[in-house]
């Protein structure tokens, strides 16, 4: 995984679709963080979770943006990100 020059908060390879990244997500409306594939949209309710098929969701979230490296150093799940200095 290249995780160079990449400003979002990234968790992981999606094991749904195997092509997409997972990165930390925001939902605009009620600030609830949650991981989802870049590609796919699979979504997982935490980063301790979204290496398991089993506990992949789908639409339960409305418009959202990945978290940026700043944002989530003062996040308790900074110790899942992967490219965090």
Same mark, same amino acid.
């Given at each position: 995984?290249n995780?160079?020059?990449?400003?979002?908060?990234?968790?992981?390879?999606?094991?749904?679709?195997?092509?997409?990244?997972?990165?930390?997500?925001?939902?605009?409306?009620?600030?609830?963080?949650?991981?989802?594939?870049?590609?796919?949209?699979?979504?997982?309710?935490?980063? %301790?979770?979204?290496? !398991? $098929? +089993?506990?992949?969701?789908?639409?339960? @979230?409305?418009p959202?943006?990945? %978290?940026?490296?700043? !944002? $989530? +150093?003062?996040?308790?799940?900074?110790? @899942?990100?992967?490219?965090?200095?």
């Amino acid at each position: 995984m290249n995780t160079k020059d990449i400003d979002y908060a990234l968790v992981g390879d999606c094991p749904i679709c195997g092509q997409g990244r997972q990165f930390i997500t925001k939902e605009r409306h009620t600030d609830e963080y949650y991981v989802m594939c870049e590609d796919c949209e699979s979504e997982w309710v935490s980063p %301790v979770e979204c290496d !398991s $098929i +089993n506990k992949v969701r789908r639409e339960n @979230h409305g418009p959202s943006d990945f %978290v940026t490296l700043t !944002s $989530i +150093n003062l996040h308790s799940w900074k110790e @899942h990100v992967k490219n965090l200095n």
